[in-house]
């Protein structure tokens, strides 16, 4: 009797042990883990990646379309400052494409790893746990890819996004950056311009409910430091409070081309077309979408002239009104 109860003890015990070791079931939460990562663009003119994509000013806004809509957009002052930029603008892109955008030009006559590794290096300084996706249609930068950062993850499915709207001459480069909303291998990205000083860690901010793909949240457009919390009342901001220079989205096909149905007769700049998308309405046929634009507080992220004033983790030194940044970062 006593040997048999010993022995369903051991049989007990072998059974725990191996029951202790067996893998856990795999339920559907197993596979869909969320993959994050911080995105930008490195895009060029001229010979690239995908097809050709010459520096033409096609779609472009005229002088007379830049005086109409830029008092609509713009409080007086700023008005003044987009005028006169987009001709500038104007005057040099007829004789010459900027040196660093033009595709044509040998890759060993330009630095295509500079900006994306300055930016990549600044959230590794920051401890951020995610890598760098740079979006780009730069064969330079493919070829160079071993002086890439190691935080950097080359994405070259590059999408000529279809552009209908006239859009500001500076920034017509810029309506292929919302193809990054077709990068569907991601769960969130987090947009970032180059020219944004990255200070604290901002990891945490993914976690940041986008309703799958329905809510998208954007820098405060308050380049005048106003602190206002109703962001629709900056009369300053042509995307009426929305700046894309550091945005978090879901990727979703859907998403891409509902930005293309949004571009209307003229655009000024990706951020109106995003706003536009995300302002609940349907752009073209008023139906309600239930998608929303929000921003971040500006102790995340403000202009230049407003980081004394909110002490942000961020720093975006846009070019603005009284607001140089300086060779270094424009």
Known sequence: MQRALVALALLQLASAL???????????????????????????????????????????????????????????????????????????????????????????????????????????????????????????????????????????????????????????????????????????????DWDLQVKENIDDLFERDTNNGKTVYGQRDDWKCTGKQNVTKLWSSASGGFCSGLMLFEPKKDTVDELIGSQGKVCWGDQVVIARTFSGKNFATQATTGKQWKVWDNEVITFRGCQHKFHPKVVHHADLPGNDPGPAWK
């Open 18 to 192: 191996l029951h202790s070791h067996a893998q856990p079931k795999k339920t559907e939460e197993t596979y869909l883990t969320p993959k994050y990562a911080y995105v930008t663009m490195k895009f060029v003119y001229g010979k690239a990646l995908g097809e050709e994509y010459h520096a033409s000013l096609k779609n472009t806004m005229t002088e007379e379309q830049i005086e109409e809509e830029a008092p609509k957009l713009f409080d007086p002052e700023r008005a003044q400052f987009e005028i006169k930029k987009a001709r500038s603008f104007k005057v040099k892109a007829a004789t010459e494409v900027d040196h660093e955008s033009d595709g044509k030009t040998p890759c060993n006559k330009r630095d295509p790893l500079r900006q994306v590794n300055r930016l990549a290096a600044q959230l590794s300084n920051a401890s951020a746990k995610y890598p760098l996706v740079v979006y780009t249609n730069d064969e330079c930068l493919v070829e160079m890819k071993d002086g890439l950062a190691k935080n950097i993850i080359l994405e070259t499915n590059f999408k000529y996004l279809p552009r209908n709207c006239a859009m500001e001459g500076k920034n017509h480069m810029h309506f292929n950056k919302l193809g990054v909303f077709g990068l569907t291998q991601y769960k969130k990205l987090m947009w970032m």
